[in-house]
């Protein structure tokens, strides 16, 4: 049972990178789903989430407008779109899965390894 991200890197700001993470060993359309980042010298921080179905996202104020949690069932993959970014977006990024309640940060108990978003002129 496994998730993989990927898809961190350095990006100017004013622009984008799609983060992906891949299920493995269980079907993620059975999953809440969520993005956490957690910056250098900072607490971790839930950016995004989405319920079981898709029908209800969540978005952080900060990132509000310009990230978008979407996913693949066919694929078993979950991705953040991320546009404008912004040197406060500089952050390792977590996928997480939950079967508890969307909205509640702490029911998500199955985490990815994390991919570095380095946003910098």
């Known amino acids: 049972v496994q998730l993989q991200a990927s898809g961190g890197g350095l990006v100017q700001p004013g622009g984008s990178l799609r983060l992906s993470c891949v299920a493995s060993?269980?079907?993620?359309?059975?999953?809440?789903i969520a993005w956490f980042r957690q910056a250098p010298g900072k607490e971790r921080e839930g950016v995004s989430c989405?319920?079981?179905?898709?029908?209800?996202?969540y978005y952080a104020d900060s990132v509000k407008g310009r990230f978008t949690i979407s996913r693949d069932n066919a694929k078993n993959t979950m991705y953040l779109q991320m546009n404008s970014l912004k040197p406060e977006d500089t952050a390792v990024y977590y996928c997480?899965?939950?079967?508890?309640?969307?909205?509640?940060?702490?029911?998500?108990?199955?985490w990815g390894q994390g991919t570095l978003v380095t946003v910098s002129s």
């Open positions: 060993g269980f079907t993620l359309d059975d999953y809440a």
């Open positions: 989405a319920s079981k179905s898709d029908d209800r996202t």
């Open positions: 997480a899965t939950s079967r508890g309640n969307w909205f509640l940060w702490d029911d998500y108990d199955h």
